[in-house]
């Protein structure tokens, strides 16, 4: 038998038992199955999600079941998640896709048997390969941190590291990588690519898999690069934590200004710490919840979500956070972000 057909039979086993932990098996008395298949389980965005998605599920009469990947950027499991819902009868999944693009033709076969395949958080490349994407606008989630710190600054001359996620480039990597730098005045050239930008300011991309310990190490790599880095840009606040250990280890805490995208509780306590400049608030449970609806709804009557007008997914909001507001730039303060904030 070959590694491949092994690692099947192991992998089979595996789902089953994470779907019965996410909420029933395929029999459930005439009720629609939901997948929800995000990222990871340990970041707590994606526990958020988890947790409006099971609200949703029972105040809608829906069954779910949950999945996640190893870490950032496993394909592989999310692949095989799919399968199993393919196979258990769902009438719809809730993707967070680790590669918006290798994931594609398992969002293909599912559509093809009937499935309504809602992604969250993060564009399929292209976005029409899912039925619908309920999210962040993350292009503007990193321009507002963007203009944020464009204003902070003024004439002070920036010195600027972009912690982003993996290399993969997926949709939320670039869409807030990029509205970063556009806010903050960066030519950016491609919008669809990171790091193809020729502006002196910026030091250089690393990337940290979302993670503090990932964050430290991208850090610690750009500061050999250039010491007079005063500006970072993390792709999650997670990252920002790690990048801040990195800066404090070797004295730089207190020259440099972090920005972030998320609204997590701990990040938004790190604004209040002084540790995070200004970070885009974002609200996962509120993204799970309506999938889980909207699934619901599919199974009665078949119809599909609607777009927010003039945008290509369902908008589901964007709040800049931060104790030091910048003139022109809307923004609320620590304290209400600590009472919106989700983890």
């Given amino acids: 038998m070959s590694k491949r057909a092994l690692a099947v039979l192991a992998v089979g086993p595996l789902l089953a038992l994470a779907a019965c932990g996410g909420g029933g098996s395929s029999s459930g008395g005439g009720q629609p ?3 929800l298949v995000t ?3 340990t970041n707590p965005f994606f526990v958020k999600m988890k947790e409006g998605a099971e609200q949703a599920a029972s105040s809608t009469g829906t069954r779910l079941q949950s999945f996640a990947g190893k870490q950032d950027g496993d394909n592989q499991s999310q692949v095989d998640a799919i399968e199993n819902l393919i196979g258990a009868g769902a009438k719809g999944i809730l993707l967070t896709p680790n590669d918006s693009k290798a994931i594609v033709p398992s969002v293909d076969k599912a559509r093809q048997q009937g499935l309504l395949v809602i992604a969250l958080d993060t564009q399929l490349e292209p976005a029409d390969a899912a039925d619908a994407t309920f999210a962040t606008d993350n292009f503007q989630a990193g321009l507002l941190i963007g ?3 464009k204003a902070k600054f003024g004439d002070k001359q920036a010195k600027i590291a972009l912690l982003d996620l993996n290399p993969n480039q997926v949709s939320v990597d670039v869409q807030r990588d990029q509205g970063f730098l556009q806010g903050f005045g960066v030519d950016v050239k491609d919008k669809n690519r990171i790091g193809d930008e020729s502006d002196p300011r910026i030091v250089g ?3 940290t898999d979302g993670a503090p310990a990932g964050g430290r190490k991208a850090m610690e790599n750009l500061l050999q690069r250039d010491p007079s880095i005063n500006l970072v840009y993390t792709i999650n606040e997670p990252a920002a934590a790690g990048a801040y250990e ?3 280890a070797a004295g730089k805490e207190k020259d ?5 995208v998320d609204g997590g509780c701990p990040g938004v306590q790190n604004v209040k710490g002084g540790v995070i400049g ?3 608030q974002q609200y996962p449970l509120k993204m799970a919840q309506l999938g889980v609806e909207a699934i619901s709804k599919y199974a009665k009557d078949g119809s599909k979500p609607q777009n927010t007008a ?3 997914f369902v908008d589901t909001g964007v709040t800049l956070i931060t104790d030091q507001p910048a003139a022109g730039v809307e923004s609320k303060d620590s304290a209400w972000g600590l009472q919106n904030c989700w983890g």
Avoid: P, R
Avoid at 256 to 260: A, L, N
């Fill in 310 to 312: 003039g945008k290509n």
């Fill in 147 to 149: 203009q944020w710190a």
């Fill in 256 to 260: 440099v200004t972090i920005v972030s």
């Fill in 205 to 207: 991309h690393d990337v």
């Fill in 278 to 280: 200004a970070t885009s």
């Fill in 39 to 41: 990222k990871t389980d």
């Fill in 33 to 35: 199955l939901a997948g």
């Fill in 246 to 248: 990195a800066l404090k």
